[in-house]
């Protein structure tokens, strides 16, 4: 089966930065009494774009915050990410020389909850940010991961970048979240599984799995996928 086309979610796939969400998520919540445990945090909060985490939070807690209360939570949550991952930026091992193969064969894009700035930024830094055609960020859909529409949008994006339409099964999504596997098949695309900081069985729906992407190749992904669809 042919793979005509990648969608990548960006947090904790192209740059392994869950840890620093994670770390600054509890120094803003701290304050209000709030606290989570990881397997909340690497399970329903994941993937989320960071007003759908903060939503989630206190839904899950029967907590309420005027809106004052929590757009300034949120700002101080961005202020306090933005210093942190300027200082301590982690690629995940093996993804630039991924990227550059798989873009070599089939155009990219990105499908992710995070804010365009934060984007642009990593990417410059990888040096992978000619690989990708297009990118829908934070946003820019109206309900978010694990609800199909971040990659239909995506889908629907990148087709118009390059011109033509793909074929039925042909488009992959790579992800490290249950909210995102769910989002991608829910698309009717593949899903890749990154399972460096969550469990294979969170993402038992993807055709493959691989703890990084130290070696992995296009031609991979490709004879991973039609195994997966006999």
């Known amino acids: ?13 192209l740059i392994d930065d869950e840890p620093l969400h994670d770390e600054v998520w509890r120094e803003v919540l701290e304050p209000l009494g709030i606290t989570y445990n990881n397997e909340e945090y690497y399970g329903p909060l994941l993937g989320v774009p960071d007003y759908e985490f903060l939503r989630l939070v206190l839904e899950r807690r029967d907590r309420t915050l005027t809106d004052e209360a929590k757009a300034a939570l949120h700002e101080k949550k961005r202020v306090l990410f933005d210093r942190l991952v300027r200082t301590r930026p982690t690629g995940i091992p093996g993804v630039a020389e991924f990227v550059r193969d798989l873009a070599a064969h089939a155009p990219l894009g990105i499908v992710s909850g995070a804010l365009r700035p934060e984007i642009d930024l990593q990417l410059s830094r990888l ?34 970048a390059v011109g033509r339409s793909f074929a039925p099964g042909s488009v992959i999504a790579v992800e490290d979240s ?6 991608g098949l829910s698309a009717g695309l593949g899903v890749l599984g990154l399972t460096l900081r969550i469990d294979r069985e969170r993402l038992a729906g993807c055709f493959a799995h691989v703890p990084d992407f130290t070696g992995v190749t296009y031609d991979q992904l490709v004879a991973w996928r039609a195994r997966s669809a006999r």
Do not use: H, Q, W
């Open 1 to 13: 089966m042919a793979i005509e086309a990648i969608l990548f979610d960006y947090n904790g796939v």
């Open 127 to 160: 040096g992978i940010a000619d690989c990708f055609r297009t990118i829908v960020a934070a946003g820019e859909y109206p309900k978010p991961k694990p609800d199909p529409a971040p990659y239909l949008i995506g889908r629907e994006k990148l087709a118009a």
């Open 178 to 183: 249950t909210n995102g596997m769910n989002s």
